[in-house]
C-alpha cells in the first residue's frame, strides 16, 4: 500500500485526463480494447509464458499471477495483493536440477551468478511514456542475487501508470540518461533511500529496455556457483521476482487495476487459458509444491479475481479485496488482519470436491498476525489448537453473520472447527465478534453484539477493523 500510495500522488500530477478516449465512465473489468501491453516480451506456451534474455541467446519461464490474489503461491499477503505476481524459472522443470548431495539439489547459475544475469528478462516500456520517479532502497542481505538493492520504477502514461517493484538494476542506455539528467549512476549508487530523480522526469519510448526484476537466489555453501531460492516460495531453486502495480481510471478517482483487463479481449482470454492449465498442472513449477493447499489457490482461478458481478454478497466485508486491517479502537492492538477472497466458480480450476462445503462454498476466510506470534485457539474439548496462518471456508454468509469452518488448524495435528462469527460493517470499517469454536456447525453458536462491545474490544473476540493498511503482513 506505500508504493501505491506514492503511485497514485505522481498519478494525480500526471497529464491523466488528456488522452483521446473518454474515460470519464470508464470500467477496467468491462473493457475489451488493447490499452498496453504486458511490459515485457514474451511467446505464449501451453501452460507459461517464455521470456527470452536481451542477448536472444536463453530464455526464463515464466508463470502468471491473479491480480488480487490472498494465498501462496500466488502472494504472501492475504489481504488481497493488488499487483499481478508473476514468478519467472530459471529452470525449465525439475530436471534442470543437478544434486549436489543426498537431499540437495541446486541450479548452475556461474561464478557469481554470470548464468542468471544473462537470463535475467528485461521490462520494457509497454507505451510512450514518462520515467516519474526511480527510487532506491538498500539491500536485503541473502535474499537477492549478489545483495542487489531494491529499486522502484514509476513508468507514467497518461491514462495509467506502473510502478515495478523489486528492480534490481537498470540497462545501460537508463543508466547513461539518469546519469546526465542528474549525475547519478544508479546502477552503482548505494546512498540515501530517496527519489534519485527528484522533481525531474524522462521521456522514454515504447519498447525502449526500463529495468531488470530482482533475482531471489543464495548460492549453496560448498558449491560455488549453485544456487537455491533460500526463504522464498520456491526455495530448491532460483526464481525472478517480477511484480508491478498498474494504476489506471476506476469509479472513485484512481487505483491499482487488473493489468490483465488492459491487453485486449483476446490476449487477456488466451492468458487466462495458459492461467488455468498451470492451476491444473501438477508438474507445474509454481503450484506443484502447494498441493496440500491446492483448495485455496486453486480458488482464485480468474487472473483479474476484483472482477465479479455478485461481491455485494459480502455484504460490506469484500472491500479494497476483501482485507481488513485491526484498528487501535477501544482496545484492540493493531496486530491482525482478516482477510475474505471469493472464489472464482467458473475457472476451469474451478473444483467443488476441494471444498468441504462443497458448491456452497462460495467464500474463503482467513486470518494472520504481525507480531510472529500463532494464533492460540481453545477448541471445544479445551485443547489449544496453533495455527500461523488460519484458512476457512465460509459456508454461510449473510447479514452481519457467517459460519466459517476451519481447516488444517494445530500445525502439529491438523484439525477442522466450526465458528459462527458477527459482524456490524460501517463506513471503511467494521466490527467482529469472533464465536467459541465446535467440533460440529450445530455446535457453533451465534454470538451477540451489543453497544457495550463497541467500546470494550479486547483485541482477540471483540476486534475493530478498518481498511488502512498497516505494515507487518
Known amino acids: 500500500m506505500r508504493s501505491t500510495c506514492i503511485l497514485l500522488s505522481v ?37 507459461r509464458l517464455i521470456v527470452r534474455n536481451e542477448a536472444d541467446d536463453g530464455e526464463v519461464y515464466v508463470h502468471l499471477g491473479a491480480f488480487g490474489s490472498h494465498f501462496n503461491p500466488l502472494t504472501g499477503h492475504n489481504y488481497g495483493d493488488p499487483k499481478s505476481n508473476i514468478v519467472g524459472f530459471f529452470t525449465n522443470s525439475d530436471n534442470d536440477l543437478e544434486e549436489l548431495e543426498l537431499g540437495l539439489s541446486a541450479f548452475f547459475g556461474g561464478v557469481d551468478g554470470s548464468v542468471l544475469e544473462n537470463l535475467r528478462p528485461v521490462y520494457r516500456a509497454p507505451r510512450n511514456g514518462t520515467i516519474q520517479e526511480i527510487s532506491y532502497s ?18 507514467d502514461m497518461g491514462d495509467f501508470a506502473i510502478r515495478f517493484d523489486h528492480v534490481g538494476k537498470f540497462p545501460q542506455e537508463l543508466v547513461d540518461a539518469v546519469q546526465a539528467k542528474v549525475g547519478v549512476d544508479i546502477n552503482t549508487y548505494t546512498g540515501s533511500e530517496i527519489n534519485i530523480l527528484g522533481s525531474q522526469s524522462l521521456s522514454w519510448e515504447a519498447n525502449a529496455p526500463l529495468a531488470y526484476p530482482q533475482i531471489i537466489a543464495s548460492e549453496v555453501v560448498g558449491y560455488p556457483g549453485y544456487y537455491v531460492g533460500t526463504n522464498s516460495a520456491f526455495e530448491d531453486r532460483p526464481t525472478v521476482q517480477m511484480e508491478f502495480f498498474v494504476v489506471g481510471p476506476v469509479s472513485t478517482g484512481f487505483d491499482e487495476v487488473c493489468v490483465y483487463k488492459l491487453v485486449g479481449s ?21 503450484f506443484a509444491g502447494w498441493l496440500d493447499t491446492n483448495w485455496q489457490w486453486r480458488a482464485e482461478g480468474s487472473l483479474c479475481m476484483t472482477c465479479r458481478e455478485d461481491t455485494s454478497g459480502g455484504w460490506g466485508l469484500f472491500e479494497r479485496l476483501g482485507g481488513w486491517w485491526e484498528t487501535d479502537e477501544y482496545g484492540s492492538d493493531e496486530n491482525e488482519i482478516f482477510s475474505l477472497a471469493w472464489i472464482s466458480k467458473v475457472s476451469d480450476a474451478y473444483n467443488a470436491g476441494l471444498y468441504l462445503g462443497g458448491t456452497g462454498t462460495d467464500w474463503l476466510v482467513s486470518r494472520r498476525r504481525n507480531d510472529g506470534l500463532p494464533f492460540q485457539w481453545i477448541m471445544e474439548d479445551f485443547s489449544v489448537a496453533t495455527t500461523y496462518y488460519p484458512v476457512g471456508e465460509v459456508l454461510n454468509l449473510a447479514p452481519n453473520e457467517m459460519l466459517v469452518l476451519w481447516r488444517d488448524l494445530n500445525d502439529a495435528s491438523p484439525r477442522i472447527a466450526y465458528q459462527r462469527v458477527a459482524f456490524i460493517p460501517g463506513t471503511a470499517r467494521v466490527f467482529v465478534h469472533w464465536g467459541e469454536f465446535s467440533d460440529t456447525e450445530s455446535g457453533a453458536t451465534l454470538p451477540a453484539i451489543d453497544s457495550n462491545d463497541f467500546t470494550n474490544s479486547n483485541g482477540n473476540t471483540l476486534v475493530w477493523y478498518n481498511l488502512t493498511w498497516r505494515p507487518g503482513f
Not at 20 to 28: A, G, H, L, R
Not at 138 to 153: F, R, V
Not at 275 to 286: K, M
Open 11 to 47: 498519478f494525480l500530477m500526471s497529464c491523466f485526463g488528456s488522452d483521446e478516449d473518454d474515460t470519464v465512465n470508464w470500467s477496467t473489468c468491462n473493457n475489451s480494447q488493447v490499452r498496453m501491453n504486458l511490459p515485457f516480451s514474451y511467446t505464449k506456451d501451453t501452460s
Open 138 to 155: 538498500a539491500s536485503e542481505p541473502g535474499l537477492y542475487l549478489n545483495d542487489e538493492p531494491l529499486w522502484q520504477l514509476v513508468f
Open 266 to 286: 483476446t490476449e487477456e482470454a488466451a492468458l487466462q487459458t495458459i492461467y488455468e492449465l498451470d492451476l491444473l498442472n501438477a508438474t507445474s513449477q509454481r
